[in-house]
């Protein structure tokens, strides 16, 4: 059986790309550059495999992994100050393992 996306992100061995569909239903590939925890939430940064409308070759997106009606689903972050302190943890994390 396949995995959904969120069994993805929090398998730490599972690199396959992430598949997730807007509300069009396009499927639009994704590679999963982080999962940040973050003031008691968990925060999952993912990186358009192919060109996205709206979203520039070298940027990323920050996905919240929020309860809905008891099953646990994406959504994305709007908030700029959110998304700017999961960039801040993500930048904090590559520094102390010596990356950056």
């Known amino acids: 059986m396949a995995k959904t996306p969120i069994e993805q992100i929090l398998d730490p061995n599972d690199t396959d790309p992430i598949v997730l569909y807007t509300e069009e239903d396009e499927a639009v590939t994704f590679e999963q550059v982080a999962?940040?925890?973050?003031?008691?939430?968990?925060y999952v940064i993912l990186k358009?495999?192919?060109?996205?409308?709206?979203?520039?070759?070298?940027?990323?997106l920050v996905f919240a992994i929020i309860e809905d009606d008891g099953e646990d689903v994406l959504e994305i972050v709007e908030d700029d100050d959110i998304v700017d302190a999961v960039f801040e943890e993500y930048t904090a994390m590559l520094a102390e393992e010596g990356i950056i």
């Open 48 to 60: 358009p495999i192919e060109m996205m409308e709206g979203v520039e070759d070298d940027e990323a």
């Open 35 to 42: 999962l940040i925890p973050l003031d008691g939430e968990m």
